[in-house]
Each structure stands twice: as structure tokens, then as C-alpha cells.
């Protein structure tokens, strides 16, 4: 076997109050986030919700220590999941690849061929897929592989999602079952499923399995618990005012307090490190609209982060990984028939001359409005809430 590499992807985070804005913009830069029908108007529309969006965004990083742990988690899984590997007899060099902040994925990839890695997993740190998450990466990755030869020479392979892994149900079994114990009644606890949300749209129109792979994860996890505790799944962190997959976060912890539930134990699931939106958006926000609601016992499962069984998941998969056949990016991106990813596809109402020639009029009259909402303060932007 060749030298190894094992490349972590993950979206990065700010990693002080100053990355805030140009951490914002990368990510709104981002068809896969921001789907919209005219590609020119993207960078613009990105800086704009940025520089709007980056003094609460600013204010909820304080809240957590000015700044993003995403990249300490990473980085330490990293160093863990080397170790663990070497102790599995697979030595490997293992890379972090953020999507829209440092270490970038570019940079990764940089040193793995200057490394010579001549095997290559590629491991995304998200265990559902979405469009919005790994297929991203995965897109970014794409693009580098078609303008690189010597990319091509890599014998590599994807992981493209892996909330089936037994390890993994495991280590979240174990740290459910760890906060449920903390209560006097631990089977009369309400177990809380706080997956990320995405726009409605990415399931219904763009075919994101992700909802299927949440839903299923959270069944594979409640089975591997093995307990009797009633349990409600709900999707968090909406932004902007599109529907997002229901129920939201807010409205189900309400509904939970109004059917009487005390005790509650939310479990993220959508991620594997801490970050902003387990420690300030659950820690803070939701546990102040459920003791608000009247759920007066709320705790939180933690992210599993470095744990052991969790990083000997991960090697598994590797491990795995380079034994199986391999699985190539472009099979990746469009796991499922349906899953329709920037920038491939173009809106049907671009196919015609003559529709070209409207959208652009409209998109202009469109960033002429931007433009004078940017200035004045005032317009549609505003009033549908997208903008404070
Ligand atoms: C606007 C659309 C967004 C979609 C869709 C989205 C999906 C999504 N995101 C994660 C995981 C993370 N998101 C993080 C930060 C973050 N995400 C968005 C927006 C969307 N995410 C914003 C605006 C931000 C910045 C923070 C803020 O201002 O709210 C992070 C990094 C957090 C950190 O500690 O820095 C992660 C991780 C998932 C899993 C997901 C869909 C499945
Ligand atoms: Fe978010
Ligand atoms: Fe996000």
C-alpha cells in the first residue's frame, strides 16, 4: 500500500470576531447555500447578507468565547485518529479541508500532494449528507481534481455519508444514556433531536436525502439506546425567511411544555464537534425558551467530539474505506438520482434566448432594488425579514 492520507472535511468557523464578516461571505458565496437563478448575482447578494448578518453573528461568537472551537475539535480528532489508526496497524497522514475557513480545503489538498499521498480517504465530519454540507465539499473538491493532474493520480476514495456506523449509534448511545442518568426518573426524560435544518426546497425540488438519513439515524440511535424514553425529532438554526424543514426547534420545545413535559435532553445530531450552534444557539437560546415554556430540566448530550469510541468510528471507516472499492466524487455528489448540485444544473427558465434576455433584466432591476435597500435601509429585503 502506498502512503496514506485520510482528508477531514468540515464548513470551518471564525476563529476570532474579526473572521466573522469574511467567514460569512465565503459561506454565502456558496450555490450549495444560497440557491439562486442567476449566478452573477451571487457574490453581491453574499456580501450584502454578510455585512448584515455579521454584528449578531458577531455577538452570538462572543457569547462562546469570541470565536469558532472548530477548528481546536478538528484538528485534536485529527491527531486522535492518527493515533488510533497506527494502533489499528494503518499508518496514515490525516489533512483538514474546511470549506469556507482556515485551514481551507485548498490548503489541504496543497500539502497532501506535496506529501505524495498516494491513497486518499476522503472523510466528511458531517454523518448525513446534504448539499448543503458535504456535497459542497465534495463539489469544491471536483472542481480541484478537473484542473490538477496530478490530483488524478491519487488513487482516492469517498465516504459519503456514515450515520449507519456502528461505533458511531454507539458513542451516541452511550452519551445519551449518560445525561439521561443524570435525572432521578431517567426513563420519564424526553429525548430531543436537534438535527440542522436546510431550506425545504433542497428535499422536495433538489432531492437532498438528508432528511431521510436524519430520520433514519435518529430511528438507528433510539433503537442502539434501547431504553423506553419518548423521543421527537425537530430542525434548527433557520436562516432567512424560505420554509426550512419542520417542526423548528423553537416550536416543538413550546408544544413539548404545553403537553406538560419537565425533563428534556437534547441530543445535536447533525454534528460531531461543538461549536456555535450547540453552545450558543441550544446551550443558551433553546434552554431559555424551554425553561421559559416551563421545561425546567434541560440538559444538553455532548458533541462526541474526541471521545474514544467515537475516533475508533471514525478509523473504522477508514479502515474500511481503503479496502472497499472506491467511490469517486462525481458518484458522490449525486448519490442519490434526483440530487441536483450547482453548478451542473441550470434553471429551466435560462434555457431560451429570450427567457436569458428577461432574467437579466429582471436580475438587474432586481440589484438595483439591493442596492437601494443597502443604502436607504428600507425595502423588501426588510420587510420579509431577511435584513434587520
Ligand atoms: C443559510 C443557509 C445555511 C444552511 C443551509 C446551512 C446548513 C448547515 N450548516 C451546518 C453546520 C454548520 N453551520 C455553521 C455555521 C453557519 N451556517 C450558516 C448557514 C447555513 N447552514 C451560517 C449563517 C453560519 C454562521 C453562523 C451564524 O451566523 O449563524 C457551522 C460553523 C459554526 C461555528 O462554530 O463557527 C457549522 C458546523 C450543517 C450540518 C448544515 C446542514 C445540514
Ligand atoms: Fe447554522
Ligand atoms: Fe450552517
Known sequence: MGRVG??????????KLED?????????????????????????????????????????YKQIGGGSPLRRITEAQGEALKEQLSYLGQQANI?????????????????????NVEQLVILPLYPQFSISTSGSSFRLLEKLWQQDPK???????????????????QVMAELIAQELEQFPNPNDVHIFFSAHGVPKS??????????????????????????PNAHTLAYQSRVGPVEWLQPYTEDALKELA???????????????????????EIDIEYREVAEEAGIHNFRRVPAPNTHPVFINALAEL???????????????????????????????WGLTTSAEVWNGRIAMLGFIALIIELITGQGILHMIGILQ
Open 6 to 15: 485520510v482528508l477531514l472535511l468540515n464548513l470551518g468557523g471564525p476563529d
Open 20 to 60: 466573522v464578516g469574511p467567514f460569512l461571505y465565503n459561506l454565502f458565496s456558496d450555490p450549495e447555500i444560497i440557491r439562486l437563478p442567476f449566478r452573477w448575482l451571487q457574490k453581491p447578494l453574499a456580501w450584502f447578507i454578510a455585512t448584515r448578518r455579521t454584528r449578531t453573528s458577531q455577538e452570538n
Open 95 to 115: 489533512y483538514v479541508g474546511m470549506r469556507y475557513w482556515h485551514p481551507y480545503t485548498e490548503e489541504a489538498i496543497a500539502q497532501l500532494t506535496q506529501d
Open 151 to 169: 490530483l488524478q493520480r491519487i488513487d482516492y476514495t469517498v465516504i459519503p455519508s456514515w450515520y449507519k456506523q456502528s461505533s458511531y449509534l
Open 202 to 227: 433542497y428535499v422536495e425540488e433538489a432531492g437532498d436525502p438528508y432528511q431521510q438519513e436524519i430520520e433514519e439515524c435518529t430511528a438507528l440511535i433510539m433503537e442502539t439506546l434501547n431504553r
Open 258 to 280: 404545553a403537553q406538560g413535559v419537565k425533563d428534556l435532553v437534547v441530543v445535536p445530531i447533525s454534528f460531531v464537534s461543538e461549536h456555535i450552534e450547540t453552545l450558543q
Open 318 to 348: 477508514v479502515i474500511d474505506a481503503l479496502k472497499n472499492p472506491s467511490f469517486k466524487l462525481s458518484q458522490a455528489a449525486q448519490m442519490k438520482k434526483m440530487v441536483k448540485m450547482y453548478p451542473q444544473e441550470r434553471w429551466e
